[in-house]
């Protein structure tokens, strides 16, 4: 038996699994619902930039004609000046299990973590000046390492650095060796953005709770695909992204989570006119908004949150738990067919195995991947590369099928041979 | 002869007016290019949330099916990193005279106001602790206030505040007794948002500057309707809005001009991901990019910043000259038409006289415009209202004409008859 007649009945084997899961998959039908769902591209990168629902298209017509063109100025009052927190409740409710009025659409992913950052840093010091540091993993996203070092510095803070293993995590015991009576506040991100690690989000914030920590959570890899309970795990606070798994369009605006009993307690940084208590007095005084509203600062930003209300409507429809049953099965679906096609030509998986402990998106790893990653873009088969090695296959369960899953990793393993 | 005869005689001759006006207009075409201009509807707030363009609808049904739905995340590569940097260029060449490479869009107005005047701020006092001073008047925008007294408040400085006069504006006799070696940054508006007072911006520019002292200039209020000359007034840092004169939508993000030669020196407090020197490396420690990209930080807002580019391509055909001369006339014409029909009923002109002194609205002040405000909205004719007193009728000069000023103004005149 020659390789070729091997990969031949392999081949056929995974087909037939994939085929049969897409015919299981009771929220299959939602694939058609996307821009491009007709063609042959294979898109792995939906926990970067999600697809465009094509009810968007029709949405942000009839918004230019309609809303923005008929209604004019008179829109805000109408209902743009109430759409970030209606926007923001739909979240809570369909995707991060927020009770109303606690969650907010705001600034870029960025801007929303600085504020909330600065108001539970300094509402921590104002309370207790021995609460000097902030915890944050080395393994964490860029922007989220940036600031924490960034506020340390103009605060007069410290950051206490946890060296997470990136399949791993954080784990509780490193974070409990990590806070005592000298933490003010823990940024964690809830799915890794390079392994796809899933934290135990509920023990992880009860440990900084027992020592008397603020967490804020960044979920930005989770919303949308993984579910969460933000309430009930008794979440402090939480930042996450809105064009990944909410399909909300390049840069679309990031949402906030505040926790009720913390709203009134927190002040942040930048102040502006539409976080006052009342907006179009335009008093000589800043007085914050009771509620979210204290959150924002600028005019919201509403043709950048249009699009992302098909996907949260979708959300509504299905519910978040077959969600993530279709994650789960896209992403297990991933690893055998990695272990079966991909082992052989030296590529691991660098995401956990066990899909308790995996987010949305199974990274695969091998030292030709950046040159893999350019490849399978000019053929229309599109992951996304992280550093080191790492060819991210981003699997968004609203818009992936298992069939298209198998013909991109299929394509893979055709890159990986030809840059080996 | 009844006051009826008279009326007639006098709206007669402003119909012949506003037709000759019209006429004569050489960028009146540029009218019908404007969703809803066939309809009888009366825009007098384009100076708070201009009209959209025709072209804008087919542009983002295109940006939702090809770019996004078609390059996905692709699409970041091939030019949706450069937006923010092209967009902002085409700003500088065709709105506010800046060069390349120093004008940027990034958050909202509110955000970058508050990362300028940090920057600014923070480098002032690390060069001459002795500047602790912000300089703002009292009749700025809500927000330059808010900021100003929130950044003063956590960076240890002090707010000097002028006491400006509403209608005639920060005089350069003011700055000058108010600004010193004790201050670091100026922040003044170009038109002011109740009264459309357009300052001396080279001559206050001037006078910051023999003091040591940096200025920032809020540009919302002139930015696509008024000629700005950045590079050549000197200015040091500049916002603006761009969803008023530029037509960018609700919400749209703002722009930000950073003079080339004070680049290097400023730091921004937002550290995040879009602002390091090397986004994709993720290293360990950041470093804040060269140029006007170490101004941003979160993921640029692509889909809020689409709409904006039809009308700077308005501009660039016509030329701001051209616009100026349009405002000028639109509002020396509403001016005229007050003095004649709104004038015998005790309505006042709270707007500059002189059109030299006056940018792109005109501001009428009476008891009842509250109320005037709100009957005007039930009829289609929508200025706005700003505390105290003020009904500002905001003429854009791409899509206003004369006959529709007008129409508006002899509606104001009914509805105020009405509530007197």
Chains 1, 2 share one sequence.
Request: net charge negative; aromatic share 6%; hydrophobic share 45%.
């Amino acid at each position: 038996m020659t390789t070729t007649d091997l990969d031949a009945t392999t081949i056929a084997g995974l087909e037939r699994t994939a085929s049969e899961l897409d015919a299981a998959d009771p929220i299959a039908a939602l694939r058609d619902e996307f821009v491009g769902a007709e063609t042959s591209l294979v898109y792995f990168d939906g926990n970067s930039l999600g697809r465009p629902p094509r009810a968007t298209v029709d949405r942000l017509a009839r918004f230019v004609t309609e809303e923005w063109g008929g209604r004019l100025i008179r829109g805000w009052d109408e209902s743009w000046m109430q759409l970030p927190f209606a926007i923001g409740d739909e979240i809570g409710r369909v995707a991060i299990g927020a009770g109303a009025g606690q969650t907010v659409i705001g600034d870029s992913t960025t801007v929303l973590l600085y504020k909330l950052l600065r108001a539970a840093f300094d509402a921590q010091q104002a309370a207790d000046p021995a609460r000097v540091e902030i915890v944050v993993d080395t393994d964490n996203f860029p922007t989220d390492r940036y600031l924490v070092d960034g506020i340390a510095r103009e605060r007069g803070g410290r950051v206490r650095w946890i060296e997470a293993d990136r399949a791993a995590g954080v784990t509780a015991d490193q974070l409990r060796a990590a806070v005592g009576p000298q933490t003010a506040v823990v940024l964690l991100s809830h799915v890794a953005y390079r392994s796809g690690h899933l934290a135990d989000a509920p023990a992880l914030t009860g440990i900084a709770h027992d020592a008397g920590a603020l967490i804020l959570w960044d979920l930005c890899h989770s919303a949308g695909s993984v579910p969460v309970e933000a309430d009930a795990w008794g979440f402090d606070l939480a930042v996450g992204c809105t064009y990944k798994y909410l399909n909300g369009g390049p840069g679309a605006p990031a949402f906030a989570y505040v926790a009720q009993r913390h709203q009134a307690a927190l002040a942040q940084p930048i102040q502006g006119w539409m976080g006052a208590a009342d907006v179009f007095a335009m008093g000589p005084e800043y007085r914050p908004a009771e509620g979210m509203r204290r959150f924002l600062s600028g005019t919201p930003p509403i043709v950048g949150m249009l699009a992302m209300q098909d996907t949260l409507a979708m959300i509504e429809r299905v519910g978040i738990e077959a969600i993530r049953a279709k994650s789960v099965a896209l992403t297990d679906f991933t690893v055998t067919v990695s272990d079966t096609l991909l082992a052989p030509l030296g590529v691991a998986v660098a995401s956990p195995r066990d899909a308790a402990e995996r987010g949305g998106h199974v990274t695969l790893s091998h030292p030709a991947m950046r040159a893999v990653t350019a490849a399978l873009w000019e053929q229309d088969v599109i992951p996304d590369y992280r550093d080191p090695e790492g060819l991210r296959i981003g699997l968004s369960p609203l818009s992936t099928s298992f069939a298209e899953t198998l013909a991109g990793l299929r394509a893979v393993a055709a890159a990986v041979r030809a840059a080996s």
